[in-house]
């Protein structure tokens, strides 16, 4: 497909990209290596570093759009999500812990 425009050493937020990493799973986009400013180093789908829809590991996303994107991020995220991004997974769990406090009933 299209060729990835190389990143590497463009920071995105509190993402440095280090390397190319592949493919992103389910979308065909170049997936990139990142470190994070907290030292952790996660795999980021390079639209969502450039879209700056992706800007941390998640330790920032946590604390900044949980509150105010959670609908929004997951169907960002949820869709088929970035491996190697804690994001995702940390909606779904925040997601899922809203939904038990209110649906006990929802599937387990
Ligand atoms: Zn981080």
Known sequence: MA???D???HTYG????????GVAPGTG???WLCL????????VNGYFLRKL????????QRAAS???????GATIFGRRGVRGSNIDLDI???RKMAREDEDDEAQS
Do not use: D, F, P, Y
Request: aromatic fraction near 0%; proline fraction near 0%; hydrophobic fraction near 35%.
């Open 3 to 5: 060729k990835a425009i």
């Open 7 to 9: 990143i590497t050493g």
């Open 14 to 21: 509190r993402l440095t990209v280090i390397r190319r990493n």
């Open 29 to 31: 986009a170049a997936a």
């Open 36 to 43: 994070c400013v907290c030292g952790k180093e996660t795999t």
């Open 53 to 60: 829809i992706t800007t941390s590991c998640g330790c920032a």
């Open 66 to 72: 949980i509150k105010s994107n959670v609908k929004r």
């Open 92 to 94: 779904h769990i925040e």
